[in-house]
């Protein structure tokens, strides 16, 4: 159940509708996969209207991205810049690994319906933001160097974009493994080896 306290009655009611869409839209691609799933597949599931799922998602895939940027947040002072290159490293690293924890929690069925070719939530030329955590790295990387801790030996632009790159590898691996793959350490050392290129 989602924390709720501390809501009106009216922000309550607005949240159990959003999770119990998202638990119909879970079930159907545990079931039958993205191709499966369509909005009124996830209205019915869920019991609720066409109009309720309009008013709190644009699409299907809106819906899906809403919980993989919703993800746990990472603790402030982990973000706090950095003292030099291997502090950003780790504090990078740190961010996806927090990544990995959350597509666990939400199981290998999800996170194979949701890194689907057709799921143009994934296609950060069709988003007006890049899903999270993408957002949270560039942004403490571009303020890094601002404060002259860190520099790049690439465009800002290329470095989000190979990082994104390596993660959905590391995602479609653990995926295509059914969950058997070493995501931590895959991620981990993949991710490092990227960083110790680019960052100095």
């Known amino acids: 159940m989602v924390e709720t306290t501390g809501l009106s009655k009216q922000q309550k009611k607005s949240r159990e509708t959003k ?6 839209a879970k079930n159907i691609l545990q079931k039958s996969g993205y191709e499966n799933l369509s909005i009124k597949n996830i209205c019915e599931e869920a019991g609720v209207s066409n109009g309720s799922f309009y008013h709190h998602f644009k699409t299907k895939d809106d819906l899906l991205s809403y919980y993989i940027e919703d993800q746990p947040g990472i603790t402030p002072d982990i973000l706090d810049s ?44 069709s988003r007006t933001e890049r899903p999270y955590p993408i957002v949270t790295v560039q942004t403490y990387v571009e303020k890094a160097m601002e404060e002259g ?44 080896k990227y960083l110790d290129s680019t960052l100095y």
């Not at 996806?96 to 950060?124: H, I, R």
């Not at 632009?157 to 895959?186: H, K, P, Q, Y």
């Open 19 to 24: 999770e119990k869409i998202f638990q119909a």
């Open 82 to 125: 950095p003292e030099n290159a291997e502090d950003a490293k780790e504090t990078i690293i740190q961010v996806y690994l927090n990544y990995v924890k959350y597509c666990k929690e939400l199981g290998v069925e999800f996170m194979s319906g949701y890194y689907d070719t057709k799921n143009q939530a994934l296609n950060p030329v």
């Open 149 to 192: 801790k860190i520099r790049l030996n690439v465009e800002i632009e290329e470095f989000t974009t190979d990082i994104r790159m390596i993660v959905i590898g590391n995602v479609f691996e653990w995926c295509l493994r059914s969950g058997e793959a070493d995501f931590e350490g895959n991620m981990n050392r993949s991710l490092a």
